[in-house]
T-cell receptor, first 108, second 113 residues
């Protein structure tokens, strides 16, 4: 089977940097994705890592270590609009299995 | 592109009634996914299609749930009969060749009383 672990809640200050970790167990691994979901909204795709290392997209970066079954999402220069839930998702033998999500609260 | 379109956006029905949720994927996308999201269980994959063919329906909770994709631009998820525990937000998503980057519709919030 497949399972993912990520913190349920994180609070950070506007302008700061926050890291959201994700560990996974899966049979057959192809990659780790990250999605953002605002309250009442739909998940939106942020990034995908198939290989070890860091992928950067603007203020957001995502990291993967396949040997450690671990990844993280790094958000820099936090803005109030970044307050949302963030989901890691692993592609194994099924298209995507989602973690339970991390609720990020950005405070002034 | 208009994105993934779902209807209705909200549905309130009584236990025992039939519910049909509809989805129009993004044109040209090969994959279509149906998800259910609740606070307790998170985001669960129910079923997915590739080129209109159901590939994996192991996430469909019971025989009360069925899904079809008669053509590349339309899919339905049907619950018959509905039960209160089916109350959730149901999302449809589509993706091009790579199913890692999925585009979600706005969701249908279903309430079964």
């Amino acid at each position: 089977g497949q399972s993912l672990e990520q913190p349920s809640e994180v609070t950070a200050v506007e302008g700061a940097i926050v890291q959201i970790n994700c560990t996974y167990q899966t049979s057959g691994f192809y990659g780790l994705s990250w999605y953002q979901q605002h309250d009442g909204g739909a998940p939106t795709f942020l990034s995908y890592n198939a290989l070890d290392g860091l992928e950067e997209t603007g203020r957001f970066s995502s990291f993967l270590s396949r040997s450690d079954s671990y990844g993280y999402l790094l958000l820099q220069e936090l803005q109030m609009k970044d307050s949302a839930s963030y989901f890691c998702a692993v592609k194994g033998n099924t298209p995507l299995v989602f973690g339970k999500g991390t609720r990020l609260s950005v405070i002034a | 592109d208009a994105g993934v379109i779902q209807s209705p956006r909200h549905e309130v029905t009584e236990m025992g009634q039939e519910v049909t949720l509809r989805c129009k994927p993004i044109s040209g996308h090969d994959y279509l996914f149906w998800y259910r999201q609740t606070m307790m269980r998170g985001l669960e994959l129910l079923i997915y299609f590739n080129n209109n063919v159901p590939i994996d329906d192991s996430g469909m909770p019971e025989d009360r749930f069925s899904a079809k994709m008669p053509n590349a631009s339309f899919s339905t998820l049907k619950i018959q009969p509905s039960e209160p525990r089916d109350s959730a937000v149901y999302f449809c998503a589509s993706s091009p060749v790579d199913p890692n980057e999925q585009y979600f519709g706005p969701g249908t919030r279903l309430t079964v009383t």
